[in-house]
């Protein structure tokens, strides 16, 4: 498999990584198997953390005696210095080396996160003296949210940034994939699939959307027209989607051989996309202005308003044309539109300064 140089860090990571969350699901002996058979088969970066149950385990087994052919990246979802100390040093033990290529502060989510996490009792302070102890190489970052991530890079602290990229999630395109690339911080994408069970994802996990089981496509039309009619061919024409951008790796979740072969398969030989696929996924768009990044700094609504998921659902509507489950979903929230009192909190708190109450009507009539 063709690698990709990790920022600043050097590391050679194959341009499709494994994720390590589903091999959770299996039985030891077998999940052991399908990392071994990643491994044999050209993948060489492997992501795990002590927050995904055994992970770390069977991913440390499988791989104990070519360590150092393979990149081990994990995370620690621990807030202060102490508790980081400590989850890192069940990480060694589960993944059965002294020595860990990447480490993360993981799901740094919001600014009070960022600045708990990077703050003087911070976890940031266990990695960095794992890092000077030879424990550690380098110490990267993960979450949801561009914007926090870009404020974090910025800050020099970080070799590289773990963030969700797919067709129906592409706001890390924006801005933070480009200034990644200017501060040579590595670029890890997760989720290329929309989750541990997309719409775009395996079709014997069944079909989900964007990871949340809960809310299942009621009209398959829908997913054909966007994705293509069969479950196999729509994960590697997403894969693809992401890969042709200007990231490192890319580390969709595979829990089993045939999921392996099918990353391989969808990795090998792909220079690019088509000017006719570019045009299908809207390759290098983003919606017109103004539209929500989904940075989460308006909330919390005093009314109880769900602003980024209704501003989100919206973008489906218009921007992808996915209109028959975002009418369906729409009713089911706790608190509309109807709740808002226009008191304007939100839009003081957007750092983009669109004009969220107007959106918000706009996208009521829609949606309801």
């Known amino acids: ?59 440390g087994a499988a791989l104990k005696d070519v360590r150092r052919e393979v990149v081990l990246a994990t995370k620690i979802i621990q807030r202060t210095r102490e508790d980081a100390a400590r989850g890192l040093k069940q990480s060694f033990r589960n993944l059965q080396t002294d020595r860990i290529d990447l480490v993360q502060l993981h799901m740094i989510d919001s600014e009070e996160e960022l600045r708990k996490a990077t703050g003087p009792d911070g976890s940031l302070n266990a990695l960095k003296e794992a890092r000077s102890q030879g424990k550690i190489d380098y110490i990267g970052i993960t979450g949801h949210n561009p914007y926090i991530l870009a404020k974090a890079i910025l800050s020099g602290e970080f070799d590289t940034v773990q963030v969700p990229v797919n067709v129906l999630e592409r706001g890390a395109t924006e801005e933070l994939i480009a200034l990644a690339k200017k501060l040579d911080v590595g670029v890890v994408v997760m989720k290329p699939l929309g989750g541990c069970g997309g719409p775009l994802q395996f079709p014997q996990r069944g079909v989900w959307f964007l990871g949340k089981p809960e809310l299942d496509w009621p009209d398959q039309s829908e997913l054909i027209a966007h994705f293509g009619r069969d479950g196999l061919e729509r994960a590697q024409r997403c894969l693809r989607f992401v890969l042709a951008h200007d990231v490192d790796t890319v580390i969709p979740g595979l829990r089993s051989k045939e999921e392996v072969d099918w990353a391989i398969q969808a990795a090998d030989n792909f220079d690019g996309l088509t000017s006719d696929k570019k045009k299908a996924y809207k390759f290098g768009k983003l919606p017109p202005e103004p539209f929500c990044r989904e940075c989460g700094l308006c909330m919390p609504c005093p009314e109880a308003v769900e602003i980024p998921t209704i501003l989100r659902w919206d973008l489906y509507y218009t921007f992808y044309g996915i209109k028959n489950w975002t009418r369906d979903q729409y009713p089911k929230l706790r608190t509309r539109v109807n709740s808002c009192t226009e008191c304007g909190e939100c839009e003081k708190k957007c750092p983009y300064r669109i004009p969220v109450i107007r959106m918000l009507k706009e996208a009521e009539k829609r949606l309801a």
């Open 1 to 59: 498999m063709k690698k990709r140089r990790l920022g600043r860090t050097g590391l050679e990571a194959s341009v499709v990584g494994l994720g390590g969350i589903p091999i959770i699901a299996r039985p030891r002996a077998e999940a052991e198997k399908v990392v071994r058979y990643a491994y044999e088969k050209g993948i060489t970066y492997f992501d795990t953390a002590r927050v995904y149950g055994d992970s770390e385990e069977k991913i």
